[in-house]
């Protein structure tokens, strides 16, 4: 288990090099699922405006805040704000920067746009898939509501604000699962955590 991965009960089994690669990984993880959600969710923090149009190409229903850094001259009121990025010009894009974005869109229809905006740098980029994992007891895994995979495009970590070149899958899994349970999941996949 890759210690540097961990947050909370969120897992780290597998870090790539090819986006591609991750993506497939993570499908073939969702296939266990007994249960999957309706939506995939993405979260990621953009700092350029040539970031905020590959992904607002990719996503156009997106939503984007802006929120200041602390101390900083707000753009458009001091608690933030949610700018239309397809009505703005470059300049006034820019001055609302940084933006966060956040999505939810249906599997298997959105992905491949996204890894195509994800660009040659940037923040990490975050897509949840949620769902449930099956009631594995002998293999240690047990199904809870919280159940995901995700991927960190360009981030080995949980943390957006660490983004590295690299891709990693984490799993989301029960507290009574544990490492038993992900080391079961990773296995079912061919993936050592």
Not at 40 to 66: G, I
Not at 126 to 146: A, K, S, T
Request: proline residues 7%; glycine residues 8%.
């Amino acid at each position: 288990m890759r210690e540097d991965c961990q947050a909370g009960y969120t897992h780290c089994v597998h870090v790539t090099d090819d986006a591609d690669d991750a993506y497939r990984q993570a499908m073939r993880l969702c296939a266990l699922m007994e249960h999957r959600g309706e939506d995939v969710e993405l979260l990621t923090h953009l700092e350029s405006v040539d970031e905020v149009r590959r992904m607002a190409a990719a996503l156009p229903n997106s939503r984007f805040m802006h929120r200041p850094y602390p101390g900083a001259q707000p753009s458009c009121g001091a608690g933030g704000c949610e700018p239309d990025v397809s009505v703005m010009d470059d300049r006034e894009l820019e001055a609302h920067l940084p933006l966060e974005m956040s999505a939810r869109f249906i599997p298997g229809t959105a992905e491949e746009r996204v890894i195509a905006a994800l660009g040659d740098s940037g923040n990490a980029v975050f897509l949840v898939w949620p769902g449930r994992w099956p009631d594995r007891p002998e293999h240690g895994l047990h199904g809870f509501r919280h159940d995901a995979v995700q991927v960190a495009f360009r981030g080995d970590h949980s943390d957006p604000a660490l983004p590295s070149g690299r891709h990693a899958i984490h799993v989301h899994v029960s507290k009574e699962s544990g490492h038993r349970g992900v080391e079961y999941l990773a296995a079912q996949v061919a993936v050592r955590p």
